[in-house]
């Protein structure tokens, strides 16, 4: 009797030896497969789609990417669309980031009288969604004459929450020494943010800007609102003009449009992914 459960305990190890090592990476890499899979089908679809001339919907790839990808361009001016949103993306990008360090450095490394209620009230901002301040603002950007402008699309952005708690909490695991170093060595507050905090804000840096340029790359309403002509209008209205109501809609065309937009912000994704990872798990493992 002990023999034969003696037996059973050694072939339940050897089952459980060949699952840990045989049949569980299999598994799970037919799991991780599965999910790629679903997640990279709509733009495979897409890019099927932008392939044929007429919309069959099957996925039979086309020879019409040229023609549809050349259609696209010149119907809405993609190329000066694209030029709009870039400039509208590193600007904002660049503000939050630039005001995001100022305000960071200042909570953390001057005496603000109020500090806590003012970063809680920041933080308040964050129920405030773009829908529901769009009225008021667009009704100071009347006020000011900023209405299809550049500064209309851009400055309204600049305040940032979520960057100026992303620094501050950073700044926090900043070691003391550095700015007891920099005070003995004669340097001055400012001098001290530019020369220390910012070079070992790199990643931080890096991670808020790819958030805020993919953020404003893909901003529909409130480019839809304020720019009303060629000269600063948006790719994600241009995509919507491509659109026809009135007529069938060229899914061939569209695609083809929807794929071009998406490069920029690919780019960068590409260039920063690592800053964004090391960015958002920053410690003092790193100094």
């Known amino acids: 009797?002990?023999?034969?459960?003696?037996?059973?305990?050694?072939?339940?190890?050897?089952?459980?030896?060949?699952?840990?090592?045989?049949?569980?990476?299999?598994?799970?890499?037919?799991?991780?497969?599965?999910?790629?899979?679903?997640?990279?089908?709509?733009?495979l679809y897409a890019f099927i789609l932008a392939t044929q001339e007429t919309s069959t919907g099957t996925l039979r790839p086309g020879s019409a990417i040229l023609e549809n990808a050349r259609t696209a361009w010149e119907r809405v001016h993609m190329g000066r669309l694209m030029i709009n949103t870039l400039i509208v993306a590193l600007t904002v990008a660049l503000g939050k980031i630039f005001l995001s360090?100022?305000?960071?450095?200042?909570?953390?490394?001057?005496?603000?009288?109020?500090?806590?209620?003012?970063?809680?009230?920041?933080?308040?901002?964050?129920?405030?969604?773009l829908p529901v301040r769009i009225v008021p603002?667009?009704?100071?950007?009347?006020?000011?004459?900023?209405?299809?402008?550049?500064?209309?699309?851009?400055?309204?952005?600049?305040?940032?929450?979520?960057?100026?708690?992303?620094?501050?909490?950073f700044f926090r695991t900043v070691p003391t020494d550095l700015a007891d170093a920099a005070r003995v060595d004669g340097a001055g507050p400012f001098r001290f943010f530019v020369s220390i905090l910012v070079p070992v804000s790199r990643t931080n840096i890096g991670a808020l800007f790819l958030i805020e340029f993919v953020y404003m790359w893909n901003q529909y309403?409130?480019?839809?609102?304020?720019?009303?002509?060629?000269?600063?209008?948006?790719?994600?209205?241009?995509i919507k003009q491509l659109v026809a109501t009135d007529s069938v809609i060229e899914w061939g065309v569209l695609t083809s449009g929807a794929l071009m937009i998406i490069i920029p912000p690919l780019i960068v994704l590409l260039a920063l992914q690592n800053s964004l990872m090391s960015g958002l798990t920053a410690s003092t493992e790193d100094f």
Request: hydrophobic share 55%; no cysteine; charged share 10%.
């Open 137 to 169: 603002t667009y009704d100071l950007l009347t006020k000011l004459g900023w209405v299809d402008t550049f500064k209309g699309l851009t400055i309204p952005f600049f305040a940032s929450a979520t960057g100026l708690l992303l620094f501050q909490q």
């Open 221 to 238: 309403l409130w480019p839809l609102i304020v720019a009303n002509s060629d000269r600063t209008r948006q790719v994600q209205v241009g």
């Open 101 to 129: 360090l100022l305000g960071a450095f200042g909570l953390i490394y001057f005496r603000v009288r109020g500090g806590s209620l003012i970063l809680a009230l920041i933080m308040l901002t964050h129920l405030l969604p």
């Open 1 to 43: 009797m002990s023999a034969v459960t003696a037996s059973t305990a050694q072939t339940k190890v050897v089952y459980a030896g060949r699952w840990r090592h045989r049949l569980y990476p299999i598994v799970m890499h037919l799991v991780m497969a599965t999910a790629v899979f679903l997640v990279t089908f709509p733009l």
